[in-house]
């Protein structure tokens, strides 16, 4: 995204505490507190919604970390599969 806008990944008690830092400054960030739970990232641009959107989809890629990395492709193991 270089160019287009930031991505910053962290932990949600530290994004969390910069917030409220920041909140005196902005108030509206105060809305976006609640909001960090589970794993997120922020996503900071001045360009079009959409076409950063659409960028950030091309980034996406299907994780597991028991995958194995074989023939540059991931591989799902055997605990993954459906059952029969």
Do not use: Y
């Given at each position: 995204?270089?160019?287009?806008?930031?991505?910053?990944?962290?932990?949600?008690t530290?994004?969390?505490?910069?917030?409220?830092?920041?909140?005196?400054?902005?108030?509206?960030?105060?809305?976006?507190?609640?909001?960090?739970?589970g794993?997120?990232?922020?996503?900071?641009?001045?360009?079009?919604?959409k076409?950063?959107?659409?960028?950030?989809?091309?980034?996406?890629?299907?994780?597991?970390?028991?995958?194995?990395?074989e023939?540059?492709?991931?591989?799902?193991?055997?605990?993954?599969?459906?059952?029969q």
């Amino acid at each position: 995204m270089r160019g287009r806008g930031d991505v910053l990944m962290g932990k949600n008690t530290m994004m969390k505490r910069a917030m409220k830092e920041l909140i005196g400054d902005k108030p509206e960030l105060e809305k976006l507190i609640p909001l960090i739970t589970g794993n997120v990232g922020l996503v900071l641009t001045n360009g079009d919604l959409k076409e950063i959107r659409d960028l950030i989809k091309t980034f996406k890629v299907i994780f597991c970390p028991k995958c194995k990395f074989e023939n540059f492709g991931f591989v799902m193991p055997k605990c993954f599969s459906r059952r029969q």
